[in-house]
């Protein structure tokens, strides 16, 4: 800070003390504000498009969503549908394919 008189510079004013620092900073915020408002609009219409195509998926995908954001991942109804999928699928695609395996084997003995 200069003591003989002169006004104190703050950080952003130059020499001939203007403010453009601060100037061009406030127009690279409209700026980057303007790039993100464009890309929000962007995908909200994006968005829009898929609901309407697709209502019922998108539906699911909200319902599914907010069940997990709402702690339901650590709920017992989540674990006991986690296992009667694992058993489902194990009897699904795991068994028939062990037994085409087994009968291949059983073949060439």
Not at 28 to 46: T, Y
Not at 64 to 81: M, Q, W
């Amino acid at each position: 800070m200069k003591t003989n008189g002169s006004k104190a510079k703050g950080k952003h004013e130059t020499e001939d003390g203007g403010t453009h620092a601060v100037v061009r900073g406030l127009e690279r915020l409209e700026s980057q504000a303007g790039l993100a408002i464009s890309m929000a609009r962007d995908a909200k219409a994006r968005l829009d498009e898929r609901v309407r195509r697709h209502p019922y998926g998108m539906l699911a995908a909200a319902l599914g969503v907010g069940y997990v954001l709402g702690g339901g991942l650590s709920s017992p109804l989540t674990s006991r549908a986690i296992r009667f999928g694992l058993r489902l699928g194990w009897r699904v695609a795991l068994i028939p394919m062990l037994e085409t395996e087994l009968l291949g084997i059983a073949a060439e003995a």
